[in-house]
């Protein structure tokens, strides 16, 4: 069984003169950090210049999908028909994405089919987490 899917996506960037008018990402979940989704952005995509990621709560894209969550660093919300929008919040600003809400509903059944909703800490290894905070505060 894979311990980690990826899926790209395009996203819209929402923005009054966008660089680019799609976003190329990627979707990344890994069953050794079940309670997380990566999004990719590559360095064109950026105001930086490098790559970027953002990492936020797989319950909040879950969540967001069919209602407002988040109220941190990432929000997610349903827009229209099959729209939902990530919002990025940074010191440099907010972005603001729109994705296809099949994309992530799809990444998102990928997703629970490694590991269900609910059973996340029978993936996590707490003695070797314990053991490497041990060693890091010596």
Do not use: K, N
């Amino acid at each position: 069984m894979p311990t980690m899917i990826e899926q790209a996506v395009q996203a819209r960037l929402v923005a009054p003169a966008p660089r680019m008018e799609t976003v190329p990402a990627t979707l990344r979940y890994d069953s050794e950090d079940p309670f997380a989704v990566r999004m990719d952005f590559p360095a064109p995509a950026t105001l930086e210049g490098t790559d970027i990621t953002w990492a936020f709560g797989r319950e909040l894209l879950a969540t967001g999908v069919d209602e407002p969550a988040g109220s941190g660093d990432v929000r997610v919300r349903p827009y229209g028909y099959d729209r939902t929008v990530l919002e990025f919040h940074a010191r440099e600003g907010v972005a603001v994405l729109h994705v296809r809400t099949s994309e992530l509903r799809r990444f998102l059944r990928r997703a629970q089919g490694m590991v269900p909703a609910g059973q996340e800490y029978l993936h996590l290894d707490l003695d070797q987490d314990l053991a490497d905070l041990l060693r890091d505060a010596r």
